[in-house]
């Protein structure tokens, strides 16, 4: 079977395309969108329901999250039982490459001081983005221990493709290829492939094309591999990162080390830096439902329509021959009279309304909104 799962959680910064419940102060995986609800009453906001994911495959003690200086407290706000040390802050931004580098030197110090590297067990990282909406979590875990079987037997980076449900130009895709065959597959996993190319955001028609194909899967940032593959592959294509990584899995504290090498990496994704030019990648044809939450119709597609409206959480909605609207206001009363497919989201200093057919350009809005103070003085 597969090896010793650690989960690492990115948990980044600012997100324009939810403003303006989300922007430079207030992450995406903050918002409390939907989900199931806690023992508060109150919904799980994104990175909560990741980390329930994450605990899902592995023991808390295994569970890491990559964040920013700026949003640390917030995740330890979000997730108090996340231990001290697994909280890895990042000094400057340097795109998932340089927080995956930073989880790989984590979790091999941490197998150096146990010994467990000794017992022939790999260890195998499971990248998690702490933004996403997957459902349901029990075919998440058949495709990560999946996933980590892949890794552990076939020696390749493994990635995370769900089949499309539309032809979307905001995500990128996979180029699947021939089946990958492993010895003692689970009763009940998903297929394995490996991986022809990754392919970038498409133009409509080229993404009409994927879909009707359907040897085309949306690439969902869900990643996984042995630590030992990581580092390789990173010796060969970021070597800044790989030796990163090497340094802080000797290193009696972080902070030096951590300080020493992140100016000098390249800001590069994971995907860019490391999975395009890959010897080797199985791609796991993910049968769970899956949504990066690009977008605020992305938000609507996940809520239930009340008054021929869809409505965010604790939104008191008054309609008078109004439809086909969303409307975003905790806390708030909305009156709408005689509009129609209008997206109307307030925060506690900004409102937006737009017609939710152009909810892409919202990132524009956000732009704009940061040049100047929320008051329209200055």
Same mark, same amino acid.
Request: proline fraction near 6%; include cysteine.
């Given at each position: 079977?597969?090896?010793?799962?650690?989960?690492?959680?990115?948990?980044?910064?600012?997100?324009?395309?939810?403003?303006?419940?989300?922007?430079?102060?207030?992450?995406?995986?903050?918002?409390?969108?939907?989900?199931?609800?806690?023992?508060?009453?109150? /919904?799980?906001?994104?990175?909560?329901?990741?980390?329930?994911?994450?605990?899902?495959?592995?023991?808390? !003690?295994?569970?890491?999250?990559?964040?920013?200086?700026?949003?640390?407290?917030?995740?330890?706000?979000?997730?108090?039982?996340?231990?001290?040390?697994?909280?890895?802050?990042?000094?400057?931004?340097?795109?998932?490459?340089?927080?995956?580098?930073?989880? /790989?030197?984590?979790?091999?110090?941490?197998?150096?001081?146990?010994?467990?590297?000794?017992?022939?067990?790999?260890?195998?990282?499971?990248?998690?983005?702490?933004?996403?909406?997957?459902?349901?979590?029990?075919?998440?875990?058949?495709? !990560?221990?999946?996933?980590?079987?892949?890794?552990?037997?076939?020696?390749?980076?493994?990635?995370?493709?769900?089949?499309?449900?539309?032809?979307?130009? !905001?995500?990128?895709?996979?180029?699947?290829?021939?089946?990958?065959?492993?010895?003692?597959?689970?009763?009940?996993?998903?297929?394995?492939?490996?991986?022809? &190319? @990754?392919?970038?955001?498409?133009?409509? =028609?080229?993404?009409?094309?994927?879909?009707?194909?359907?040897?085309?899967?949306?690439?969902?940032?869900? @990643?996984?591999?042995?630590?030992?593959?990581?580092?390789?592959?990173?010796?060969? &294509?970021?070597?800044?990162? /790989?030796?990163?990584?090497? /340094?802080?899995?000797?290193?009696?504290?972080?902070?030096?080390?951590?300080?020493?090498?992140?100016?000098?990496?390249?800001?590069?994704?994971?995907?860019?830096?490391?999975?395009?030019?890959?010897?080797?990648?199985?791609?796991?044809?993910?049968?769970?439902?899956?949504?990066?939450?690009?977008?605020?119709?992305?938000?609507?597609?996940?809520?239930?329509?009340?008054?021929?409206?869809?409505?965010?959480?604790?939104?008191?909605?008054?309609?008078?021959?109004?439809?086909?609207?969303?409307? @975003?206001?905790?806390?708030?009363?909305? =009156?709408?009279?005689?509009?129609?497919?209008?997206?109307?989201?307030?925060?506690?200093?900004?409102?937006?309304?737009?017609?939710?057919?152009?909810? &892409?350009?919202?990132?524009? =809005?956000?732009?704009?909104?940061?040049?100047?103070?929320?008051?329209?003085?200055?």
């Amino acid at each position: 079977m597969g090896g010793r799962i650690f989960p690492v959680i990115l948990a980044g910064g600012a997100s324009t395309r939810l403003w303006p419940a989300s922007g430079r102060e207030k992450p995406k995986w903050d918002l409390r969108l939907f989900g199931s609800a806690d023992s508060t009453g109150k /919904a799980n906001n994104l990175l909560e329901s990741a980390w329930e994911r994450a605990q899902a495959v592995a023991a808390p !003690a295994d569970c890491y999250v990559v964040t920013g200086v700026a949003q640390a407290r917030l995740v330890q706000a979000s997730l108090p039982e996340l231990p001290r040390e697994n909280l890895l802050v990042e000094p400057e931004p340097r795109d998932t490459a340089g927080a995956v580098a930073f989880a /790989a030197g984590a979790i091999m110090k941490k197998i150096r001081q146990s010994g467990a590297g000794a017992a022939g067990q790999p260890a195998v990282m499971l990248v998690l983005p702490g933004d996403h909406v997957i459902r349901p979590i029990s075919r998440f875990i058949t495709c !990560a221990f999946t996933g980590a079987q892949a890794a552990a037997e076939l020696g390749t980076l493994v990635t995370f493709g769900v089949v499309p449900r539309s032809p979307s130009t !905001a995500l990128g895709y996979i180029h699947r290829g021939p089946e990958a065959v492993l010895k003692q597959p689970l009763a009940d996993g998903p297929q394995l492939y490996r991986v022809l &190319q @990754f392919r970038e955001k498409p133009d409509k =028609a080229v993404a009409a094309q994927y879909v009707s194909g359907g040897e085309y899967y949306w690439n969902s940032g869900i @990643f996984m591999w042995t630590l030992e593959v990581l580092v390789r592959e990173m010796e060969r &294509q970021l070597p800044e990162h /790989a030796a990163m990584a090497r /340094a802080l899995s000797e290193a009696e504290a972080f902070g030096g080390v951590v300080q020493q090498h992140y100016p000098g990496l390249k800001k590069t994704s994971i995907d860019f830096g490391i999975m395009e030019h890959a010897q080797a990648v199985t791609m796991v044809a993910a049968d769970f439902l899956w949504d990066d939450i690009g977008s605020w119709s992305a938000v609507a597609g996940h809520l239930d329509r009340r008054m021929d409206n869809v409505l965010g959480p604790d939104t008191n909605l008054i309609t008078v021959d109004a439809k086909g609207n969303f409307v @975003f206001a905790p806390g708030k009363r909305v =009156a709408l009279i005689g509009v129609e497919g209008l997206a109307v989201f307030e925060s506690e200093n900004e409102i937006l309304v737009c017609r939710l057919e152009r909810d &892409q350009d919202v990132r524009k =809005a956000s732009e704009e909104a940061s040049k100047k103070p929320a008051n329209g003085k200055g």
